[in-house]
C-alpha cells in the first residue's frame, strides 16, 4: 500500500463516538436536568454541522442558519474540502441534516450560543500525532482529498460516515483492509484510554468472534457482545473531544470548553 494511502488512514482518531450518552443519576438535587441533558447534545450537533457545511459547501450556519449559531463566534479554521460531486452531495446531505438537528433541539430546549470550535488543520493533525505517539509527516490535513476527508469525518462524532468510509473503493485491496484494522484499533484504544471507562470503542475490522452474531469481521458500529451500542456519560465524552483525558481541561475541537449545565460543570469544578 502506497505510503500516502498508510498517511491518511492515519486520521481515523478520536471522537467518533455512538451518539448514546448516558447520565449517571446520583439522586440528589446535583443530578442534571432532562433539559440540561439534551442541551449538552447541542455540543456535538454544532460540532458536527459545522465540519460538514463547511467541508461541503465552504461556509457554516451564520450563512445556511444564522439564528441557529445564536451570535456564537465562527469556527476556527474550518475550509471547503477537495470532494467530488457524489461526495460533496452526501456530505452536503449530511450536513444538513445536522441543522436539522440543531432547530428540533433548540425547540426542546433554550439553548446557548455556539461554542468556539477549532477545526483547523493543526488540530486533527496534532490529535493524530498522540494517537500514534509521534509526530506524522507531512501532518494530515483533512481538507486536501476526498479521502482525507472521509477519514477525518471518522474523528467527529457521526458514525454514520464510518459505513461511508469502510466501502469506500480505495480501501478494498488487502493490503488495505490489514491497514484500516490496524489504524482504526489503534484509535479505538487511544478513545478508550481517554475515555477512562473501560472498553466501549472498536475499530472498523475487528476478529471474527467479536463480529455481530459471531459471523462478521466488518464492524461499521462498534457494539457490544449483544449487538447494543456502547453508551458514554457526559464526562466521557467531555474527555475524548478535548483530547486530553479529562473533563476539566478544554482542548482539541472545543478549546474553549463545551457549553451547557453539564460541561460548565466540570469546567467550574
Do not use: C, W
Amino acid at each position: 500500500m502506497a505510503v500516502h494511502h498508510i498517511r491518511i488512514i492515519s486520521v481515523l482518531l478520536i471522537a467518533s463516538l455512538p451518539f448514546t450518552i448516558a447520565i449517571e443519576g446520583k439522586g440528589n438535587s446535583s443530578e442534571p436536568s432532562d433539559a440540561d441533558r439534551i442541551e449538552f447534545a447541542l455540543n456535538l450537533e454544532y460540532l458536527e454541522a459545522e465540519f460538514f457545511l463547511y467541508g461541503a459547501l465552504g461556509y457554516g450556519l451564520d450563512v445556511v442558519a444564522p439564528e441557529l449559531a445564536g451570535g456564537g463566534p465562527a469556527p476556527i479554521g474550518a475550509q471547503l474540502a477537495a470532494l467530488s460531486p457524489l461526495v460533496r452531495d452526501l456530505i452536503s446531505q449530511f450536513a444538513y441534516q445536522e441543522v436539522g438537528h440543531l432547530r428540533a433541539i433548540k425547540k426542546e430546549v433554550k439553548g446557548f450560543p455556539r461554542p468556539v470550535l477549532d477545526l483547523r488543520v493543526g488540530t486533527f493533525a496534532r490529535i493524530m500525532d498522540s494517537a500514534f505517539g509521534r509526530r506524522l509527516y507531512p501532518p494530515f490535513d483533512p481538507y486536501a482529498s476526498e479521502i482525507n476527508y472521509l477519514l477525518a469525518s471518522y474523528v467527529i462524532p457521526y458514525v454514520g460516515l464510518t459505513g461511508y468510509v469502510g466501502t469506500n473503493p480505495q480501501l478494498q485491496n488487502t493490503t488495505s483492509k490489514r491497514t484500516v484494522a490496524e489504524f482504526t484499533n489503534r484509535i479505538s484504544v487511544l478513545r478508550d484510554r481517554l475515555g477512562n471507562a473501560g472498553v466501549k470503542d472498536e475499530g472498523l475490522v475487528v476478529p471474527m468472534a467479536l463480529g455481530a452474531e459471531g459471523r462478521v469481521v466488518g464492524n461499521v458500529l462498534a457494539a457490544n457482545n449483544a449487538s447494543l451500542s456502547y453508551d458514554r456519560t457526559p464526562e466521557e465524552i467531555l474527555r475524548i473531544v478535548y483530547g486530553t483525558g479529562d473533563a476539566h481541561i478544554p482542548g482539541g475541537f472545543f478549546p474553549n470548553g463545551a457549553s451547557g449545565a453539564i460541561a460548565k460543570s466540570f469546567l467550574q469544578s
